[in-house]
């Protein structure tokens, strides 16, 4: 008679290819892997079908919901952002397929693979990576710099929405535009209502605090002296905040409407470049630490050299890769 084997939690999440992170939930390289799986297997399917797939496998697995769905979603949204997957449209219908095969050198010792195949070099990182690492590139591959893929500085998007030109202008050209249109664009606004990072990079023992609490925190000020800033205004409750320039003169406050929380990010670090005050970032210990929230290219940029940390705004990456980014931020700032 076959001896018929328990099928525990840990079993089941074995069979699946789904391994535990350190948190409890699922890690994120499984589901990165699972989702490559499904893309590859169905051919073109819509991201709803993949979702629903993984948050039923992983549920089936007794992964508690708290972590599936958020999990989940990140992990589609990161590998779309960074080139993995590839949105498109058939028949009306959002789907997901495979990027073409890609190789982006990082180091001399490290490369990323992205996009359609696979690789049987052993793979760099941990459960917590969203795309495959690698120490050496296929057998004919030609890798693409870092800085080929990242393309354009982020900021250079917002610039041309602000003038209407596509030159290449520094980011300390971005804040001075922004300021230009918060003095003569901006719209009168209750002083009383508005929160801004007043307090300059390097204070509060870099803890950038919140503003979507009763009371501020960390740099966050309920008032600003006179000058420009980057603030929020309230929003249609007490939980929704609007990105905005806020310019502060002797007679009039004047706020000006920020297309999104990126744009705002981006006016954060450029605002620390034209008064010589930069945004602080620091590396120990494999770590790489913000004392600032990030735009997305960062984000894009991260997820591809590195995988979270345990902390927010950290992210564990080798000393090569962390050398490649300060280099890349130097180049785009």
Not at 273 to 296: A, K, Q
């Amino acid at each position: 008679m076959t001896k018929l084997e328990p099928l525990t939690p840990e079993v089941l999440r074995k069979k699946l290819g789904f391994e535990l992170a350190s948190d409890g939930g699922p890690s994120v390289r499984s589901i990165a892997n699972a989702a490559r799986e499904c893309v590859q297997k169905w051919r073109s399917p819509t991201r709803a079908r993949v979702t629903r797939f993984l948050n039923q496998q992983l549920l089936a697995a007794s992964f508690d919901e708290d972590f599936v769905r958020d999990r989940v979603t990140n992990v589609l949204d990161t590998l779309i952002e960074t080139g993995d997957l590839t949105k498109a449209r058939f028949d009306g219908k959002h789907c997901l397929v495979l990027s073409r095969t890609q190789w982006i050198k990082i180091t001399d010792e490290e490369f990323a693979f992205l996009g359609h195949g696979d690789t049987d070099a052993p793979l760099i990182g941990s459960l917590n990576s969203y795309v495959r690492r690698v120490s050496r590139v296929g057998k004919f591959a030609t890798p693409t710099s870092l800085f080929d893929y990242m393309g354009l500085p982020g900021h250079l998007r917002h610039f041309a929405r602000r003038t209407g030109t596509t030159i290449d202008a520094p980011l300390s050209e971005f804040w001075s535009v922004l300021c230009n249109l918060a003095k003569n664009e901006g719209q009168p606004i209750d002083a009383d209502q508005i929160r801004a990072v007043v307090d300059p990079p390097g204070s509060t023992n870099g803890f950038f605090g919140r503003h979507d609490q009763l009371s501020v925190s960390g740099r966050w000020k309920q008032a600003a002296p006179e000058g420009v800033w980057c603030a929020v205004r309230p929003g249609r409750n007490q939980f929704e905040w609007h990105p905005i320039i806020l310019s502060v003169g002797e007679r009039e406050v004047l706020s000006l409407d920020l297309y999104d929380w990126d744009e705002w990010c981006w006016s954060l670090l450029a605002r620390g470049r034209s008064i010589g005050i930069e945004e602080r970032s620091y590396y120990s210990d494999g770590t790489l630490s913000f004392e600032h929230p990030i735009p997305t290219q960062f984000r894009r940029l991260l997820s591809l050299i590195g995988e979270p940390g345990e902390k927010s705004w950290t992210w564990r990456m080798s000393l090569g890769a962390e050398n490649a980014f300060s280099k890349w931020r130097g180049l785009v700032q």
